[in-house]
């Protein structure tokens, strides 16, 4: 599966953001889906992961839950995150990715396929 992400920017601390994740497959469903984020001389890390199929499961990291909601939507092929109350320890880049694994994993060990990021900065 191809995707390619987008909807990151400059926004104010404090603002929003809604980054998407268009998915080249019609198999979309199948996936677990997630977001992550690399910021400038850290580890990629884990954000955010939702299950396949209609998504009930959902998983955040404590940095961002009740900051950030995830979401997809399968007849379009697209994964969200709508991003709230943004802080400046936010930025970074942001990467969608896709899993076959059983269950909704979070390592991103056990996510095959990613996109290409999308820059979210967030100024103080």
């Known amino acids: 599966v191809q995707l390619q992400a987008s909807g990151g920017g400059l926004v104010q601390a404090g603002g929003s953001l809604r980054l998407s994740c268009a998915a080249s497959?019609?198999?979309?469903?199948?996936?677990?889906m997630g977001w992550f984020r690399q910021a400038p001389g850290k580890e990629r890390e884990f954000v955010s992961t939702?299950?396949?199929?209609?998504?009930?499961?959902?998983y955040y990291a404590d940095s961002v839950k009740g900051r950030f909601t995830i979401s997809r939507d399968n007849v379009k092929n697209t994964l969200y995150l709508q991003m709230f109350n943004l802080k400046p320890d936010d930025t970074a880049v942001y990467y969608c990715?896709?899993?076959?694994?059983?269950?909704?994993?979070?390592?991103?060990?056990?996510?095959?396929?990613w996109g290409q990021g999308t820059q979210v900065t967030v100024s103080s």
């Open positions: 939702i299950d396949r199929g209609s998504g009930v499961e959902t």
């Open positions: 497959e019609r198999t979309f469903s199948d996936y677990v």
């Open positions: 990715a896709a899993s076959t694994w059983f269950g909704v994993p979070i390592d991103p060990a056990a996510f095959g396929y």
